[in-house]
């Protein structure tokens, strides 16, 4: 159900804010895809689920903090759209980055089995098959 399918989305994302990545790794698919936006430089695109929980340590060498902030969540069937804050802070500069995304998470049998991530908020809504505002 569209509903669950969210709810899933979220737990992922509140796993994520309190560093439980064991819990984020539960909810995916064995085979699960991550494609990071073209835009990200060095984006990663990872085919299981164990590449991705070696992509998920990896961003603890390179940030202090990393959270990921819904702002929106709409559920399109299989599909769960979520407009998201991530707030970053450099390890080594200790710079705070932050910047927006909309991930597109393909959900079946209540396990995440891809997300997608883009900048632009029309072009995800219109992978999904809806029409932008």
Same mark, same amino acid.
């Not at 759209?81 to 910047?99: W, Y």
């Given at each position: 159900?569209?509903?669950?399918?969210?709810?899933?989305?979220?737990?992922?994302?509140?796993?994520?804010?309190?560093?439980?990545?064991?819990?984020?790794?539960?909810?995916?698919?064995?085979?699960?895809?991550?494609?990071?936006?073209?835009?990200?430089?060095?984006?990663?695109?990872?085919?299981?689920?164990?590449?991705?929980?070696?992509?998920?340590?990896?961003?603890?060498?390179?940030?202090?903090?990393?959270?990921?902030?819904?702002?929106?969540?709409?559920?399109?069937?299989?599909?769960?759209? @979520?407009? +998201?804050?991530? #707030?970053?802070? &450099? !390890? *080594?500069?200790?710079?705070?980055?932050?910047?927006?995304? @909309?991930? +597109?998470?393909? #959900?079946?049998? &209540? !396990? *995440?089995?891809?997300?997608?991530?883009?900048?632009?908020?029309?072009?995800?809504?219109?992978?999904?098959?809806?029409?932008?505002?």
């Amino acid at each position: 159900m569209p509903g669950d399918n969210a709810e899933i989305v979220r737990r992922g994302y509140d796993a994520w804010n309190r560093g439980d990545v064991a819990a984020v790794l539960e909810l995916v698919d064995p085979h699960f895809e991550w494609h990071e936006s073209s835009e990200v430089p060095g984006g990663a695109h990872v085919y299981t689920r164990e590449q991705f929980g070696s992509y998920l340590a990896s961003l603890s060498r390179l940030w202090e903090s990393f959270r990921f902030e819904p702002q929106e969540v709409l559920a399109a069937g299989d599909e769960v759209l @979520v407009d +998201v804050l991530e #707030v970053a802070r &450099g !390890r *080594a500069s200790g710079v705070e980055v932050t910047q927006r995304f @909309v991930h +597109v998470w393909t #959900v079946r049998d &209540g !396990r *995440a089995c891809r997300m997608r991530a883009y900048r632009d908020k029309a072009e995800a809504l219109r992978a999904v098959g809806l029409e932008p505002d």
